[in-house]
């Protein structure tokens, strides 16, 4: 059984890898951005990217050569989904969160936002590893600081590494009280937060200059989560002590959210990072419960394919 769940991560993380990198469904806008920094970008020079991304993109580039743009988004990719694919091998079903997780993640970060997806992929292993043995709180710091130099966003996912067991507690209080705490926060100090990343003050003069995207707070994406985790809250003695952390990330992702409905760019970056939790926590649930909440999950992974690649596509037919 362990053979064919590993036999099923590898053929899924080169599957999905390759897919990626020959970018099946189109080229998004993203697409030009990151070649024309792959093209530029050398040891020494600096962009608005992240010191990590960039650092990793000149080593790349350095070995394979400044024409290997293709083959740089398979290896993008499969950085991104390693970690992920195996955080998932260990649930109950597996196979339909890997599909799930191609429907509803992977169009949007390892085939558009590919900087967002290896922080998340770093920061998610990170959690993983830090709910599932006695690391050191030092040694916890040093995945965040790795994971944050991909994307600065996916700061908000440090607590539940720093400190996870504050977050394996069934307190409904403790519960919501811990993620609007969280969003309080961050919104507090986002002043601070302009001067020392620079890239949120680009963020912030697009919503001034009326360039924000579309906020709706009864999305169907919405609502099903909103409904996931009142299934959860309602049934928290039958989330694990070592799913717990997961499930808070979930209603951190909702509470920040609704917390940054002013902000939009904010307030779907920070959800987008939290769905990949969901994988992991619901697939823990007992089977009467389990069963309808993959339902939901298969559902929106469904809708939100289709959405992005039919509907309203975000991706264009050719370069």
């Known amino acids: 059984m362990v053979k064919v769940r590993s036999l099923a991560v590898i ?14 469904f189109g080229y998004d ?10 093209e530029k970008t050398y040891f020494g020079e600096s962009s608005r990217f992240e010191p990590g991304f960039q650092f990793i993109t000149n080593v790349f580039k350095a070995f394979m050569g400044p024409d290997s743009f293709t083959f ?33 993640i992977m169009p949007l970060h390892e085939m558009t936002q590919i900087r967002i997806s290896v922080a998340c992929g770093v920061m998610f292993w990170a959690l993983h590893i830090s709910i599932d043995s006695n690391r050191s709180l030092l040694n916890r710091l040093m995945w965040v600081l790795l994971g944050v130099s991909f994307h600065y966003s996916s700061i908000i996912l440090a607590p539940f590494i720093l400190l996870p067991n504050w977050f394996n507690k069934r307190s409904l209080v403790w519960i919501i009280a811990v993620p609007l705490l969280l969003a ?31 906020i709706n707070p009864y999305s169907s994406r919405n609502l099903i989560f909103l409904t996931l985790v009142a299934i959860g809250l309602f049934n928290l003695e039958h989330i694990s002590d070592r799913m717990l952390p997961w499930f808070y990330v979930s209603v951190a ?23 990949f939790s969901y994988l992991v926590w619901v697939p823990s649930l007992p089977f009467r419960i389990r069963i309808p909440c993959l339902v939901l999950l298969l559902i929106l992974g469904v809708y939100f394919i289709s959405r992005m690649v039919f509907l309203n596509p975000m991706f264009a037919a050719s370069m």
């Open 253 to 275: 992702g909702l509470a920040l959210w609704y917390s940054f409905m002013w902000l939009p760019v904010f307030a779907h970056r920070f959800l987008e990072i939290t769905v």
């Open 29 to 38: 806008r993203d697409y030009f951005s990151y070649l024309r920094f792959y």
């Open 184 to 214: 309080l926060a961050i919104s507090s100090s986002m002043t601070m937060l302009v001067k020392l990343i620079p890239i949120i003050g680009f963020y912030l003069e697009q919503v001034t200059l009326g360039e924000e995207l579309v």
């Open 72 to 104: 740089y988004l398979f290896f993008i990719a499969f950085v991104s989904l390693v970690p992920k694919f195996l955080i998932l091998k260990n649930s109950r079903n597996y196979i339909l969160m890997m599909a799930i997780y191609v429907m509803l």
């Open 11 to 24: 053929f899924g993380v080169l599957f999905v890898s390759i897919i990626s990198m020959l970018r099946v």
